[in-house]
């Protein structure tokens, strides 16, 4: 399997920055895109951004101009740099993995909460 490790969130005031990291490590075959997701409370896993193995990225609309997404391809790890953050990026944050072969593998999470 896969292992995913997440850092990088915590408590920040409105208009503060984090970066989220997302190491893959263990039975890794292939990776051909990394990404992130979040989740609310009561509300559904909604995409935040991805990036491929080539470098192409993609953002969800709300986080366009604040958010980048990047990646370490030796390191298995993907990034996730925001700024400007606002009390609805209040969420829990995980990150994924796809695979060849295999589909897309989660991390646990990290919580980012958002002061207003």
């Known amino acids: 399997q896969v292992q995913l490790v997440e850092s990088g969130g915590g408590l920040v005031q409105a208009g503060g920055s984090l970066r989220l990291s997302c190491a893959a490590s263990?039975?890794?075959?292939?990776?051909?895109?990394m990404g992130w997701y979040r989740q609310a409370p009561g509300k559904e896993r909604e995409l935040v951004a991805t990036?491929?193995?080539?470098?192409?990225?993609n953002y969800a609309e709300s986080v366009k101009r604040r958010f980048t997404i990047s990646r370490d391809n030796v390191k298995n790890t993907v990034y996730l740099q925001m700024n400007m953050l606002k009390p609805e990026d209040t969420a829990v944050y995980y990150c994924?993995?796809?695979?060849?072969?295999?589909?897309?593998?989660w991390g646990q999470g990290t919580q980012v909460t958002v002061s207003s």
């Open positions: 994924i993995v796809y695979q060849t072969r295999v589909g897309g593998s």
């Open positions: 263990g039975s890794i075959v292939s990776i051909i895109a």
């Open positions: 990036i491929t193995s080539g470098g192409s990225t």
